[in-house]
C-alpha cells in the first residue's frame, strides 16, 4: 500500500498560489467587478479605478487575460479600440467571492474585537 500525505486545509500548491495571487490581488478584484457589469476600454477602466497607475493596469490586465479570466477584443474602429470583457471561466469566479466576502461581513465584529485586542495588548507592550 502506498502511503499518502495528508493535505493540509490552507495548503496551497505552487500553480495554484501563482492562480489566486494573480486573480484575487487588489487591481484583479476591481477590474473584475468593473468588467462584470459590462465590457470597457482601458481608458474607461483607468476612470473608473482612478488609483491604479498605467502600468499597474496594464500588468493586471495582460494577467487575467492570461489566465483567461478576461479577453481582449480589438474593435474595428478608427482609430483602433481594444476592450476588455470578462470571459465564461471569468464569471465563475464570482460565487466564491461573494462566499468569501459574506464571511468577511458575517465575521467584521470578531475581526473588529481581536484588531482591538491585539492594538490594545502592542500599545502595552510598548509603554503607550
Known amino acids: 500500500m502506498t ?3 495528508p493535505t ?8 495554484h498560489r501563482e492562480l489566486l495571487n494573480q486573480v484575487l490581488d487588489k487591481w484583479s478584484l476591481e477590474v473584475l467587478n468593473q468588467l462584470c457589469e459590462s465590457p470597457a476600454r482601458f481608458s474607461e477602466l483607468r476612470r473608473t479605478i482612478p488609483s491604479v497607475t498605467q502600468k499597474s493596469l496594464t500588468a493586471t490586465l495582460r ?6 479570466v478576461i479577453e481582449r477584443m480589438v474593435l474595428g474602429t478608427r482609430p483602433v479600440a481594444v476592450e476588455y470583457r470578462i470571459t465564461g471561466l ?3 469566479l464570482r460565487p466564491p467571492i461573494e462566499e468569501i466576502l459574506g464571511w468577511a461581513s458575517a465575521q467584521m465584529p470578531r475581526i473588529e474585537a481581536a484588531r482591538a ?4 495588548e502592542r500599545d502595552r ?3 503607550v
Open 63 to 68: 494577467r487575467l487575460e492570461r489566465n483567461g
Open 125 to 127: 507592550e510598548s509603554g
Open 8 to 15: 493540509l486545509p490552507f495548503e496551497i500548491s505552487a500553480p
Open 3 to 5: 502511503e499518502t500525505t
Open 90 to 92: 471569468g464569471k465563475t
Open 117 to 120: 485586542r491585539f492594538d490594545q
